[in-house]
């Protein structure tokens, strides 16, 4: 090209073109900034101040404009690459302005990940590449394989004889000093191969795991549920193959945790390629829990039979099986809860050994013609023990109390390593067990009277002011072959020891005829025999036999008008089964639960009934003086516990703090409660024991037929609850103890008060001087304040004009044997304080919570026990 035809050099400015647009000024909507007006080209990009990039725009030439055209379009183009440093790019490079044709900025270095992606705009700049994708997958494989691979290398074998060197579980006094140790090495023994015979082996396999010979080991599914479940907070699971539970039985530690479950299964993959099946099956064996404190099937054939593993009989091994199903509902001993009773674990027990069997038919491990060669159920040598005294029904409180805070079952608790600190004061719990003992002696000859058998004692004893369980007496004691624990029994009525808690619900709700005010102790009632009870309308009540119920007293005296007060110190029914429709027997259920007796201790026969007031729900002797314990701390409860610390390798477990205080009822109605009931022990049935030297509270109790009674009392340091009842071992009922000790009939105020006396005479010389009650201020209002009639004789009954019989007592009243009640775990109770449940209790605890009835306040028809509880002795 000629030199003259050669463009001149156009001005960094952009050119002619852009000289003009800057001469226009705003002529054309945008403004350039001229040359060097900031002092440096760069300038017009961002690099001044803030004022600079509001006036200045940068300029470029005609392409550039295009451009900016096209980005300000609805079709445009992306728009120019963000210059590094957060500044904005310059068309024409990245030393300023030009005409588009300028060298562009030197691309990015590629990044090892590219994400978010780059030269991607919008949702496609976060959605990955399938390299990226593909990568990420590699990469998390290869590092599961190598997880697994070093997780297997790490692992070893267990060995059955290292379980052997199991911890023991340590139990202290509330002193700290060692009260017992129990599980772990206790009694365990471990046998070959060759000395199990085939007959367990077979009904095992059969029962948890069929294709055990055929498997790898291990369950995938069962531990994708297992885990799952724990990562969702739910119950734990355990392993599901006979393999995984081998394993599981060689951990000390029982926690159940992802990293364990992890461990558990490259254990089991191990165990799995380097051990026969027979080994395995062994192994385990001889490590799983059987009940009794048996570990290993040599110390279970020993502990239930008598023998050697070698001498099992098929219809022995084929429970025994069954029992490794859970020893504490499958052992026909009984276990923790109201759902583990000697009953129903027998019943449960029977129907999975019938199971077996047939299972063992039904996957070819057992003939038919072997099979009905079996026999009937095995029967048991007698339970022993090394706890001899109350040890055993303490062990057994603070078992449940612990299993239920830590989310334990009984079964892992068993293994052993923990050190439990009890509330438990050792002279104290003597002291109780001697005041039996003495009563025991003096009263009952078992060897001259037969009436003299199978009669009980339960006794518990309650700090008011902090729920906790101080002493407790549960019976002879297991070393005596007494299992049950009449501290914390179900099926024994209290009687006339409700009768404060229907005068609290009065004093705190009120009744109809107050339109809710509270009513003073001080109104009356008709106290008279055979009173006819009337609904809220004022209509009578009919018994089951469609005529107008009358309630029964225990004598015939006519009492007339007489006040609350009054006829709580005598112990009279007729009054308080009328307050009790007054008030609403939801009313005074609600108050029983704010008290910490919870429905499931409610009799249900009797939950709408007259008989409800009069005392024919049962409650343990525990949850007596701990509601008791409430008019005692002038209407504070606390709920009952029995453990203050558990140590688990060194670490204190989470969850044994003090319960916290709630308000039962207020102060004025205990503190005026409490002054009814110091009337008692003055000047009503409970006399005997007024004579003890400090202030005292409390209430007797007598059930219908004899076949219960109670002396629940308090001072403000201590709430103590004596119980006495007799039973049929055979035919697991309560039996009337008229006749018992040589007299026609025991009293609340009689024996159990006696057992008070004693012990609470020796209890409180370590609280130095008694605190007194707090004086009880007027409350509520008195109604049907008459002068009382001339008491007359009663009439004389006729064939035309006698009153409603009595009915016959519910069979739920006096049925059940006493048995443990149920523990509050993690699988099965739940809290208390007004709430409709047994809560924890410090390992006493409630059967399962039903739905409740509605209680109406008409009571329903009178049904139940005829009320004879109580009485002038009651």
Request: glycine share 14%; hydrophobic share 30%; aromatic share 8%.
């Amino acid at each position: 090209m000629s030199e003259h035809r050669r463009k001149p050099p156009q001005p960094q400015g952009g050119g002619r073109a852009a000289a003009r647009r800057g001469q226009a000024g705003l002529s054309s909507g945008r403004r350039a900034a001229p040359r060097g007006a900031t002092g440096s080209p760069s300038d017009s990009y961002g690099s001044g101040s803030a004022g600079s990039v509001s006036e200045e725009r940068p300029y470029g030439g005609r392409a550039e404009a295009r451009r900016a055209a096209q980005r300000s379009g609805g079709n445009r183009r992306r728009a120019a690459e963000p210059a590094r440093g957060g500044r904005r790019a310059a068309p024409g490079g990245p030393h300023g302005p030009g005409r588009g044709r300028g060298r562009g900025a030197p691309p990015d270095r590629k990044r090892f990940i590219d994400y978010p992606r780059a030269g991607k705009y919008g949702l496609a700049r976060w959605v990955p590449s399938w390299r990226l994708v593909t990568g990420v997958f590699l990469a998390f494989m290869g590092g599961l394989v190598a997880a697994a691979g070093i997780g297997y290398a790490m692992v070893g074998i267990p060995k059955a004889q290292d379980t052997a060197k199991a911890q023991n579980n340590v139990f202290y006094w509330s002193n700290g000093k060692q009260m017992a140790a129990t599980g772990g090495q206790t009694n365990r023994q471990l046998v070959s191969d060759a000395e199990i015979p085939r007959e367990i082996k077979n009904a095992v396999v059969s029962a948890e795991n069929a294709s055990f010979y055929e498997d790898n080991g291990i369950d995938p599914a069962g531990i994708a549920r297992a885990v799952l479940n724990m990562a969702r907070g739910g119950e734990t699971q355990g392993g599901s193959t006979i393999t995984q539970q081998f394993v599981k039985n060689t951990y000390l530690s029982q926690e159940q945790t992802l990293s364990r479950k992890f461990k558990e299964l490259f254990i089991s993959i191990k165990v799995g390629q380097q051990l026969s099946k027979d080994e395995i099956l062994a192994g385990y064996l001889n490590t799983a829990y059987y009940g009794r404190n048996a570990y290993g099937i040599q110390a279970a054939a020993q502990a239930y039979f008598g023998v050697d593993a070698q001498k099992l009989t098929p219809s022995q091994c084929a429970f025994l099986a069954a029992v490794l199903k859970g020893p504490n509902f499958y052992n026909p001993d009984g276990g923790v809860g109201a759902g583990a009773t000697p009953e129903s674990n027998t019943k449960r027990a029977k129907e999975r050994w019938s199971w077996i069997l047939g299972r063992m038919v039904e996957v070819g491990r057992m003939t038919p013609e072997a099979r009905a060669k079996v026999g009937e159920f095995p029967t048991f040598k007698r339970q022993t023990s090394n706890l001899s005294g109350q040890s055993g029904y303490l062990i057994d409180i603070a078992k449940e109390y612990v299993a239920k805070k830590a989310g334990l079952s009984p079964e892992d608790l068993e293994k052993g390593g923990y050190r439990i600190y009890t509330t438990f004061d050792k002279e104290k719990v003597n002291q109780l067990a001697e005041a039996v003992e003495k009563t025991r002696k003096s009263f009952l000859d078992p060897k001259k009277r037969e009436k003299d058998k199978h009669v009980q004692f339960g006794g518990a004893s309650v700090d008011p002011k902090t729920g906790a369980i101080i002493a407790l007496y549960g019976g002879a004691g297991y070393d005596k072959g007494h299992y049950s624990n009449n501290a914390n029994t179900l099926g024994v009525p209290v009687g006339s020891t409700w009768k404060p808690i229907v005068l609290a619900s009065a004093m705190e709700y009120g009744t109809y005829q107050t339109e809710g005010k509270p009513l003073s102790p001080l109104a009356k009632y008709n106290g008279n025999d055979l009173l006819e009870i009337k609904n809220q309308d004022g209509d009578p009540i009919m018994g089951n036999d469609g005529k107008p119920f009358r309630q029964k007293n225990e004598g015939t005296t006519a009492w007339g008008e007489v006040t609350l007060r009054k006829a709580m110190e005598q112990s009279i029914n007729s009054p308080f089964a009328q307050l009790g429709i007054d008030v609403g027997l939801s009313k005074t259920q609600e108050m029983a639960k704010k008290m910490g007796i919870s429905s499931s201790f409610f009799d249900k026969a009797n939950i709408k009934n007259v008989s409800f007031s009069l005392g024919t729900s049962t409650p343990s002797a525990i949850r007596m003086a701990d509601a008791y314990g409430s008019f005692a701390n002038s209407g504070l409860h606390y709920e009952p516990y029995s453990v203050t610390k558990v140590i688990k390798d060194g670490e204190p477990l989470k969850g044994f703090e003090v319960p916290e205080k709630q308000e039962a009822m207020g102060a004025d109605v205990a503190n005026n409660v409490t002054d009814v009931l110091e009337n008692v022990v003055k000047n009503g049935t409970g006399k005997k024991v007024a004579d003890i030297g400090f202030p005292v509270a409390g209430k007797t109790g007598t059930t219908d037929e004899n076949k219960s009674a109670w002396f629940v009392g308090y001072t403000r340091e201590l709430s103590t609850a004596v119980t006495l009842f007799r039973t049929d071992p055979g035919k697991g009922k309560l039996l009337s103890m008229n006749g018992t000790g040589g007299v026609p009939s025991i009293h609340g105020g009689d024996i159990p008060a006696q057992v008070w006396k004693d012990y609470m005479a020796e209890a409180m010389k370590s609280y130095g001087t008694p605190e007194p009650f707090p004086e009880a201020e007027p409350i509520g209002e008195i109604i049907n304040d008459t002068p009382t009639p001339t008491a007359v004789p009663t009439p004389t009954e006729t064939a035309d004009e006698s009153p409603t019989p009595t009915p016959t007592p519910s069979e739920s009243l006096t049925s059940p044997t006493p048995t443990p009640t149920e523990t509050c775990f993690g699988f099965q109770c739940n809290d208390i304080g007004g709430s409709d449940n047994g809560g924890t209790d410090g390992g006493v605890t409630s059967s399962p919570t039903p739905t409740e009835t509605e209680t109406d306040n008409g009571g329903g028809n009178a049904n139940g026990n005829g009320g004879i509880f109580g009485g002038p002795s009651g």
